[in-house]
């Protein structure tokens, strides 16, 4: 098989990057049915954009500087702000229905870190679904688009320092798919972890993919617990949206406190590291906590957040007359492959979108919000560049010659919960040197012992994930080290390049 462009992944980076691509010929390739294993579907929230008259982008590029703890690139936060409306518009072209104010304006929420409400969203808390569905059926109509649905990446194929091909798994067997342009949108790793708000199969293939073909990455140590996932008992946990809390909700133990109060002034709108180790210091005591929806939206709670009061009721609380228990869980991952404004990694015919990348527009703390955002302003950024790229005269042969394992097995589950519990009991919302440098050998362990490739590519990324959290050593936003809890005097990103072998090689900015 052969593609112009092979775009991996099928939530809403990976899929408006397609679209973008209109004149070549696109291979979208997925792990599941296409949009389905893609955190963009599981959002709620919505999409931060300075659309209201007392708002601005250079406010919103000011909070997302704010939030991210010294480590922002501030020219491309000033560039996403700048860009957002008319993202918005795109997706709206599409089809996307947003909610609107009865007379026709989006209708606007707030959510922590963000000084306006400038939060658009769609049936009240489905924002990421509603997106997904216009934009994969979209793609399903676009006639330069062959999706490949339950699909598997297992390894990008590099000849001369240039991107030949990508090697797949599907129906048994491997396949490979000749490309002189790879595009990954794979999305996140929240999945690693024993609590997570994201599907099952975020768990960072396309980190590691990327990295045994050589790939810089880089700020791998920043992982953002979202505070308020619903502690249920459901393996991924349901996300409680920060929008909630910004509806007047309120965080209580067990004895009716306010777990935020005299911690931080932003109260419970503070940003999410901060509330999260608020919330897992609260459990460590050995307190359950809550989230108090009572008063506010307390009789509006159905109709503002429909999705997530009926997953509240199905788990059989109510919460217009009980608290929500909730619990820390990972959710977002503020590194990634490195790349630059056009998405561009390290190496050539080799782009990163979305969840998966790391332009340094999050920094060490993203805003909330502007995840979705990211996902529909930088795929015409990176659709533009690998549009005018220029493919090798003579393609290299793209024949593997790597290992075959099986892209996973029956008895992956042992291997894999060993792997997700390592990952949150050390390294988690709160670490330490040697904690981490025991996950950093167990993980690796596991990795070079692995009978699939998923196991070992689980592994891998975690083991970097884990080199990269002990290597910095300092406290600064989503990576806490208790054994150095101060920020450094300089703030400066990580880099990280796998070695030959399964080693990681600590470079500087």
């Known amino acids: 098989m052969r593609a112009d462009v092979v775009v991996v992944g099928s939530g809403l980076a990976g899929l408006l990057t397609a679209l973008e691509l209109e004149g070549m010929q696109v291979a979208v390739v997925t792990q599941g049915a296409i949009g389905v294993e893609a955190s963009s579907s599981w959002a709620q929230g919505g999409v931060a954009a300075a659309l209201g008259d007392d708002d601005s982008p250079e406010l919103?590029?000011?909070?997302?500087?704010?939030?991210?703890?010294?480590?922002?690139?501030?020219?491309?936060?000033?560039?996403?702000?700048?860009?957002?409306?008319?993202?918005?518009?795109?997706v709206v072209a599409l089809g996307a229905q947003l909610d609107r104010t009865p007379d026709g304006a989006?209708?606007?929420?707030?959510?922590?870190?963000?000084?306006?409400?400038?939060?658009?969203?769609?049936?009240?808390?489905?924002?990421?679904?509603?997106?997904?569905?216009?934009?994969?059926?979209?793609?399903?109509?676009?006639?330069?688009?062959?999706?490949?649905?339950h699909t598997t990446l297992t390894d990008i194929i590099v000849r001369r320092d240039q991107v030949a091909g990508v090697r797949v798994y599907r129906d048994g067997g491997y396949e490979t798919i000749e490309t002189p342009r790879a595009v990954?949108?794979?999305?996140?790793?929240?999945?690693?972890?024993?609590?997570?708000?994201?599907?099952?199969?975020?768990?960072?293939?396309?980190?590691?993919?990327?990295?045994?073909?050589?790939?810089?990455?880089?700020?791998?140590?920043?992982?953002?617990?979202?505070?308020?996932?619903?502690?249920?008992?459901?393996?991924?946990?349901?996300?409680?949206s920060e929008a909630v809390r910004g509806e007047g909700a309120t965080l209580v133990n067990e004895f009716g406190q306010r777990i935020m109060a005299g911690v931080d002034p932003r109260g419970d709108l503070a940003p999410r590291d901060i509330v999260a180790r608020a919330v897992f210091r609260e459990m460590r005591a050995g307190r359950r906590v809550f989230l108090d929806c009572?008063?506010?939206?307390?009789?509006?709670?159905?109709?503002?957040?429909?999705?997530?009061?009926?997953?509240?009721?199905?788990?059989?609380?109510?919460?217009?007359?009980?608290?929500?228990p909730v619990a820390p869980a990972a959710h977002y991952h503020m590194g990634g492959i490195a790349v630059d404004a056009r998405g561009r990694s390290s190496i050539s015919g080799l782009w990163a979108c979305g969840e998966c990348s790391a332009t340094g527009l999050h920094g060490a703390n993203r805003l909330a919000s502007n995840s979705l955002l990211e996902a529909i302003v930088f795929p015409r950024r990176v659709a533009r560049d690998v549009a005018g790229s220029r493919a090798p005269r003579h393609s290299p042969a793209a024949a593997f010659d790597g290992s075959d394992l099986p892209a996973r097995a029956d008895d992956d589950a042992g291997a894999i919960a060993t792997i997700r519990e390592r990952m949150y009991a050390d390294v988690g919302i709160e670490r330490d040197g040697p904690h981490l440098a025991g996950a950093h050998d167990e993980l690796r362990t596991i990795a070079r012992k692995?009978?699939?490739?998923?196991?070992?590519?689980?592994?891998?990324?975690?083991?970097?994930?884990?080199?990269?959290?002990?290597?910095?050593?300092?406290?600064?936003?989503?990576?806490?080290?208790?054994?150095f809890p101060a920020a450094g005097r300089r703030a400066a990103r990580s880099y990280l390049r796998l070695e030959t072998g399964d080693g990681a090689r600590l470079l500087t900015a």
């Open 294 to 324: 009572r008063a506010e939206p307390g009789t509006r709670f159905a109709e503002r957040f429909p999705s997530i009061f009926a997953v509240c009721m199905e788990a059989g609380i109510d919460p217009r007359v009980a608290p929500i």
């Open 450 to 483: 692995a009978r699939t490739v998923r196991v070992r590519d689980m592994a891998l990324a975690g083991s970097l994930i884990a080199r990269a959290a002990f290597e910095r050593r300092e406290s600064r936003g989503s990576q806490y080290r208790s054994d």
């Open 106 to 149: 989006f209708a606007m929420g707030r959510e922590a870190a963000h000084s306006r409400r400038r939060i658009v969203h769609a049936h009240g808390d489905a924002t990421g679904a509603e997106l997904v569905r216009a934009v994969s059926a979209a793609a399903r109509r676009a006639p330069h688009v062959t999706l490949y649905e």
């Open 60 to 90: 919103h590029a000011s909070d997302t500087v704010a939030a991210g703890a010294g480590l922002v690139d501030a020219r491309l936060a000033r560039d996403l702000a700048r860009e957002a409306p008319a993202a918005i518009e795109r």
């Open 184 to 240: 990954l949108a794979t999305g996140g790793l929240g999945a690693l972890y024993r609590y997570t708000t994201n599907p099952r199969g975020q768990w960072g293939a396309g980190l590691a993919v990327a990295a045994r073909a050589g790939a810089l990455l880089s700020d791998l140590e920043f992982v953002q617990f979202h505070p308020t996932a619903l502690a249920a008992g459901l393996d991924p946990m349901p996300l409680v």
